[in-house]
């Protein structure tokens, strides 16, 4: 009986370093499976941030083509002539009153000017005739209430 009991004491303490061997194992794996997935979530942040940064790149490159452009005599005189209206030593300046500059800076003929004056005379007198049908109506049926109102008040009183 004594072999019996110390067989099932061993066997108990077989149990129990089994059970502790698999708990560590299990805690390794969660360990790995959780680093597994940090390592992707950091693998796809870090494709993200290198899309930005490319995109950037180009968005400095493009920026520092147009200051090549910008900084140019070439464009300076344009511009001074455009928006100054500044010219050379040699050349003399026309400035017509019939002509005007958009907010586009594009120059706008006299043609365009009137066409669009015209469009809206046109577009004010549409307007006008559309409220006086307005009232129109309005004054028509206030007249047909009116009347219908007599009508009812004959047909009572009579």
């Known amino acids: 009986m004594k072999s019996k009991t110390k067989f099932k004491a061993k066997k108990k303490k077989i149990n129990v370093l089994r059970l502790a061997l698999v708990g560590v194992v299990a805690l390794v794996v969660v360990y790995f499976v959780i680093s597994a997935v940090k390592i992707v979530n950091l693998n796809k942040e870090r494709a993200e941030i290198e899309e930005q940064n490319k995109e950037l790149k180009e968005t400095v490159e493009d920026l520092n083509q147009q200051l090549e452009i910008i900084n140019t005599d070439k464009y300076m005189e ?12 040699n050349e003399i300046l026309f400035i017509l ?53 007599k009508d009812k008040e004959e047909d009572n009183n009579g």
């Not at 928006?83 to 030593?89: A, D, E, G, H, I």
């Open 97 to 149: 009153p019939d002509l005007r500059v958009n907010d586009k800076d594009e120059t706008v003929a006299p043609t365009d000017m009137a066409m669009e004056e015209a469009q809206r005379l046109v577009d004010e007198k549409e307007a006008e005739e559309a409220d006086k049908a307005k009232e129109e109506k309005s004054k028509d049926k206030s007249k047909d209430k009116d009347s219908k109102d």
């Open 78 to 89: 344009g511009l001074a002539r455009k928006r100054l209206k500044l010219v050379r030593s």
